[in-house]
């Protein structure tokens, strides 16, 4: 690795700053050399203004400005040298953390890019070592309103993970604790492999990025505008490049001149994704991504999200819409303040309800009873709105003594099919119908 410069150019102000000891020692015999020199001149009014005003611009650029390249670690550059190709080795550069537009308390995305990821395919709810994200007892409350409690939960890297419950359950609070925006009341828990502590925060939010339902653009500014305007934010020099490659990946290319303000709800929600995807996010936090967009828009969020998958980015999705999370999501947690449950949908359905068959015929059977009852696999069975939902043990060995049953009793078989219990069906089971919860 080269050795690092004793001086590096300042990103505020002009000129450079020192960042090592040796940079210091000649920036401070500097500084003595001309107090001294000072001190033997005619202090006059002039003198005294311009001594006030340098010290001011040397107290702002010392305090703001530069870039502490020996602090980056080994294999880690900036832009610059990424263009020039004055690197050691060819890995993802690190950037400063930015603040959403919407609200100066919204920590926008800064990530660093990882290769060679995969979804993770450990148990439910437990943490694997290809786990990002690991939650261990956390608890959150505002005074004596409790947001969540006592949770604990995994995701693994390259999965989208759903987070699903009524308003209120906790889930916009759980996203901005683990997005440091918040503080937890207790517990512990991991993001991205860093320890969740108020000292980790600037190295968390390097490699996260998050997108509330409200992208927060200045609609007044084009969407390249906006978007450079983030990548300055971000410490990004000569961004173009990457702003192009985002509007490409969200298929905003041929609006890219167009004002923020003129776009639809939908179109904007693109446009956030695309300032999520300007430094490669690791792990991204949708909240409520596709709230308030019309079923077109909203399929363009689903492809974004299962590209995002595609590419082994991590996607923590909060949603209210089951048939969403049930098309999209790997694994979903329900959470109602605590949490109700964790794992895999078709484990889920597996866990909540019987195994079963549902059997349509064209007129009623005369005695179902006795028809069901002469299956030594069927344990109960149900009449539902014209059709026999039928509990079994096997679903595979049942389904053709059932049907070889119903033909000995003449009756006429539309159908026969296994039953299979929705998302929104294991989400009312678990949450029931009156939802309570903390504030989110």
């Given at each position: 690795?080269?050795?690092?410069?004793?001086?590096?150019?300042?990103?505020?102000?002009?000129?450079?700053?020192?960042?090592?000891?040796?940079?210091?020692?000649?920036?401070?015999?500097?500084?003595?050399?001309a107090i001294t020199g000072y001190l033997t001149l005619k202090k006059t009014a002039g003198d005294v203004a311009?001594?006030?005003?340098?010290?001011?611009?040397?107290?702002?650029?010392?305090?703001?400005?530069?870039?502490?390249?020996?602090?980056?670690?080994?294999?880690v550059v900036d832009d610059d040298q990424a263009s020039t190709g004055q690197v050691d080795v060819a890995v993802t550069p690190v950037h400063a953390p930015t603040f959403d537009a919407q609200s100066a308390s919204e920590i926008a995305e800064a990530i660093v890019t990882q290769s060679g990821r995969f979804a993770g395919q450990s148990e439910a709810g437990y943490a694997s070592s290809d786990a990002v994200i690991v939650v261990d007892h956390l608890t959150k409350q505002f005074g004596e309103r409790v947001a969540f409690r006592d949770v604990s939960f995994s995701v693994n890297r390259g999965e989208v993970f759903g987070f699903l419950g009524p308003n209120g359950a906790g889930k916009t609070s759980t996203v901005r604790t683990l997005s440091t925006l918040v503080i937890p009341t207790s517990g512990s828990a991991s993001v991205a492999g860093i320890d969740l502590t108020t000292r980790n925060g600037f190295e968390i939010r390097q490699r996260i990025a998050v997108m509330t339902e409200l992208p927060g653009l200045y609609l007044r500014l084009s969407v390249?505008?906006?978007?450079?305007?983030?990548?300055?934010?971000?410490?990004?020099?000569?961004?173009?490049?990457?702003?192009?490659?985002?509007?490409?990946a969200v298929n905003l290319t041929s609006r890219a001149g167009d004002l923020s303000g003129s776009l639809s709800k939908g179109l904007r929600q693109r446009v956030g994704l695309a300032r999520a995807l300007l430094n490669d996010p690791e792990i991204v936090f949708l909240d409520e991504p596709t709230a308030g967009l019309d079923?077109?828009?909203?399929?363009?969020?689903?492809?974004?999200?299962?590209?995002?998958?595609?590419?082994?980015?991590?996607?923590?999705?909060?949603?209210?819409?089951?048939?969403?999370?049930?098309?999209?999501?790997?694994?979903?947690?329900?959470?109602?303040?605590?949490?109700?449950?964790?794992?895999?949908?078709?484990?889920?359905?597996?866990?909540?309800?019987?195994?079963?068959?549902?059997?349509t015929t064209a007129s009623p059977l005369a005695n179902p009873d006795a028809v069901f009852k002469s299956v030594a696999s069927v344990e109960?069975?149900?009449?539902?709105?014209?059709?026999?939902?039928?509990?079994?043990?096997?679903v595979r060995s049942a389904a053709p003594d059932v049907t070889r049953a119903l033909v000995r009793a003449g009756a006429d078989v539309l159908s026969i099919v296994e039953s299979r219990h929705s998302l929104e069906e294991v989400y009312l089971e678990l949450v029931g119908a009156t939802e309570k919860g903390g504030a989110q």
């Open positions: 690795m080269a050795k690092p410069e004793w001086f590096v150019r300042r990103r505020i102000g002009v000129g450079v700053r020192p960042v090592t000891w040796q940079g210091w020692l000649i920036t401070f015999a500097a500084s003595a050399a311009i001594v006030c005003v340098v010290a001011v611009y040397l107290l702002i650029a010392l305090a703001s400005g530069g870039t502490k390249r020996a602090k980056l670690g080994p294999g390249t505008e906006n978007l450079e305007f983030f990548a300055g934010l971000y410490g990004f020099r000569n961004a173009q490049a990457r702003i192009d490659r985002a509007l490409e079923p077109v828009a909203s399929l363009e969020v689903h492809d974004l999200i299962n590209a995002l998958r595609a590419k082994g980015v991590t996607v923590f999705l909060t949603t209210h819409r089951l048939d969403e999370a049930e098309k999209l999501c790997d694994r979903v947690a329900i959470l109602n303040t605590t949490l109700r449950t964790v794992g895999r949908i078709d484990d889920l359905r597996q866990r909540m309800f019987r195994k079963g068959i549902v059997v109960s069975w149900t009449s539902d709105a014209g059709n026999y939902v039928i509990t079994v043990n096997d």
